[in-house]
């Protein structure tokens, strides 16, 4: 057998048969104590969207977190934007579009599976191609509706696509 006959490693991740998600609308994901980062861009196409300059949209729906901004929550940690629903869903933040398929959710399988425990969509439902998820684990497409997705921590979703 010569080198070229030899069958080749996969070296894809863990995940290269893709993994399956439809968000069931439960709203969970926006309505829980977390972090929604926002970059300058994601700042400027939201207050285009409602109407305001940068300054009255960032006094009004952020708040510093370090060097970074994040969504405000109200008092009940719902997302400043949700209404029975994501007010601002046409151009909801990138975090938001490409929930629950973050860098830090599927780096492992027991990662994903604590996803699965908490989003009842993730786990089952449209199967996603590992293409997919390569795209969107880099802002690039998007995950459905109304798949919002707060972080836990200051730290998760900064290698992502917030
Ligand atoms: S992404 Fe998951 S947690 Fe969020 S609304 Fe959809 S099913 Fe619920
Ligand atoms: S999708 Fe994002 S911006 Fe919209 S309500 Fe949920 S967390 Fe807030």
């Not at 579009?97 to 399988?109: A, D, K, V, Y």
């Amino acid at each position: 057998m010569t080198d070229a006959d030899a069958p080749k490693t996969d070296h894809r991740p863990w995940y290269r048969d893709g993994l399956p998600f439809s968000c069931t609308q439960c709203g969970h994901c926006c309505r829980i104590e977390g972090y929604v980062w926002m970059s300058q861009e994601e700042i400027e196409n939201i207050a285009d969207h409602l109407g305001l300059d940068v300054d009255e949209f960032g006094a009004r729906y952020l708040m510093r977190v370090g060097k970074r901004w994040s969504l405000k929550e109200k008092k009940n940690f719902d997302c400043v934007f949700w209404d029975n629903g994501c007010t601002v869903y046409p151009v909801r933040p990138t975090q938001c579009r490409t929930f629950p398929f973050w860098p830090e959710n599927i780096r492992t399988i027991d990662k994903w599976l604590k996803v699965v425990e908490e989003c009842p969509g993730s786990g089952s439902g449209r199967e996603y191609s590992f293409e997919e998820i390569e795209a969107l684990k880099l802002g690039i497409g998007e995950a459905g509706a109304p798949a919002g997705g707060k972080a836990d921590s200051p730290t998760e979703g900064e290698e992502g696509a917030s």
